[in-house]
């Protein structure tokens, strides 16, 4: 999964019964965007 920086990967196993991702998020930028709209009063 490190090779594949900045992109969805599915990590489970192709016969498992449950799939497991790995999703990049950058939640510093999210809480920025939310606290913007929440001032703007969007």
């Not at 489970?12 to 920025?32: F, G, R, Y």
């Amino acid at each position: 999964a490190n090779n594949v920086r900045g992109k969805e990967t599915l990590l489970s196993a192709e016969d498992s019964k449950v799939q497991v991702w790995l999703i990049p998020t950058n939640e510093e930028l999210m809480i920025a965007r939310d606290t913007r709209d929440i001032v703007e009063g969007k």
